[in-house]
């Protein structure tokens, strides 16, 4: 495939904003950002300190084009494709399966000489046979009994039955939906469990080595008991065992019952976590999703924003609030953004007018200094203020220095986001 054709743009073209440094546009991830310079990929896009600001067609293409042609375009790498994508909630898209469909018919139109050639197709049925390989079996018609067989029974045999591969096999089931075949847990019938705390204590006690115990006993594996790596012990060890630490056999024996190795309940797969179920039913979380994916159960997928409330949208840290509603802190970023709310630090920051500020500290008859003391804020930030190189601040120093002025806030300050009030 040539890079004309690899790298195409199918529903361009896409123009970057009109826009230059130091002025303000909306991100998708961060909210409102300032322009800080461009890029130097194909597409000039503009940037907020080292990445690009995600904005305008930016937005278009991520979710209709590939994920080559937009590395290509603007020059980014392939795990920021991936976060964008995942903000915007896209899994796959129209220009992606546009790519691969073109793919696999330039791989179908090379590989169908061959196919058809005789003399590769003897070459390879001679390599097969050397190597103790069943033939390929792309192409042979299954029968109903083979179809019914599916599942019941491992590939492995299925496939040695047939005269196919293992493969094959599992192509074909998978083609059918069909589950593979599990073993189901053999019960386990007087088996106990054993404390390895209360083992190494009563050996402690009696002032015994591991040798002396296994000696006496005749439990080989007690070493392993011992060290809690495993804990199913036959009735006849248990007594051998209580007898060489001079005991009764409840003494070393835990007080719970064994765990159970099926589930209760299939209908809750997929509509909990697995780890909520898990705890629940006091199981593994390994258990319960190995047992979902068995059943072709999808992972639970809770709706977005289902246990965040709006009115702390805002009011703290996206990371403080995450870690006290104990969720992930880009669900609250990305619930945020979808309900236009602004985040903490843009909330509480205003825009300072160096004019009307050096204008209202000469009327009170005040230097830089002296303003500043007034205020409560460092020298060197009051003086950033008033020649502009820091143009927001936070909302309590824009109090203190409108009370130190005997002035408004609005007189020579405003909000950062248009719309915005003072939270109560």
């Known amino acids: 495939m040539k890079d004309e054709d690899r790298y195409k743009l199918y529903f361009g073209p896409y123009l970057p904003p009109k826009t230059r440094r130091g002025r303000r546009l909306f991100d998708e991830i961060r909210g409102t950002v300032i322009v800080s310079r461009f890029s130097d990929g194909h597409i000039s896009w503009p940037k907020h300190g080292r990445s690009l600001i995600l904005c305008g067609d930016l937005v278009k293409a991520v979710r209709r084009e590939s994920i080559l042609a937009i590395r290509y375009w603007w020059g980014v790498s392939r795990s920021q494709v991936d976060t964008w994508r995942r903000t915007l909630g896209v899994n796959a898209t129209e220009g992606t399966y546009r790519l691969r469909s073109a793919w696999s018919r330039e791989t179908v139109k090379k590989n169908i000489p061959l196919l058809s050639d005789p003399v590769y197709c003897t070459r390879r049925a001679l390599r097969r046979r050397r190597m103790g390989l069943p033939a390929r079996s792309d192409c042979r018609q299954w029968t109903s009994y083979e179809d019914s067989m599916l599942g019941t029974v491992s590939d492995v045999k299925l496939g040695i039955k047939f005269g196919c591969s293992r493969g094959s096999v599992a192509r074909r089931r998978y083609m059918l939906g069909i589950a593979p075949f599990r073993k189901s847990p053999v019960p386990t019938k007087n088996i106990l469990l054993i404390s390895p705390a209360k ?226």
């Open 199 to 424: 083992l190494r204590a009563r050996r402690l006690a009696l002032k015994l080595r591991q040798r002396d115990v296994i000696r006496s006993s005749g439990v080989v594996t007690y070493g392993t008991l011992e060290y809690g790596l495993r804990k199913n012990i036959s009735p006849q060890a248990v007594e051998r065992l209580a007898t060489t630490l001079k005991c009764r056999p409840e003494y070393i024996l835990l007080k719970r019952a064994p765990l159970k190795h099926t589930i209760p309940d299939d209908s809750l797969l997929g509509k909990m976590p697995d780890y909520i179920l898990a705890k629940k039913w006091k199981f593994t979380a390994h258990m319960v999703r190995k047992r979902r994916m068995e059943l072709g159960i999808p992972t639970y997928q809770s709706s977005l924003g289902q246990y965040i409330p709006e009115k702390l949208l805002g009011t703290m840290p996206d990371k403080v609030l995450a870690a006290k509603l104990r969720i992930p802190y880009k669900r609250i970023i990305l619930r945020r953004l979808k309900l236009g709310i602004p985040n903490f630090k843009q909330s509480n920051r205003m825009i300072i007018s160096k004019k009307k500020l050096r204008l209202f500290r000469k009327n009170f008859g005040l230097i830089q200094k002296q303003g500043a003391k007034r205020s409560g804020l460092s020298t060197s930030l009051y003086r950033r203020l008033e020649i502009g190189v820091c143009t927001t601040t936070r909302r309590c120093s824009v109090d203190r220095i409108a009370k130190a002025l005997h002035c408004r806030v609005e007189d020579f300050a405003r909000p950062l986001l248009t719309g915005q009030t003072k939270r109560s």
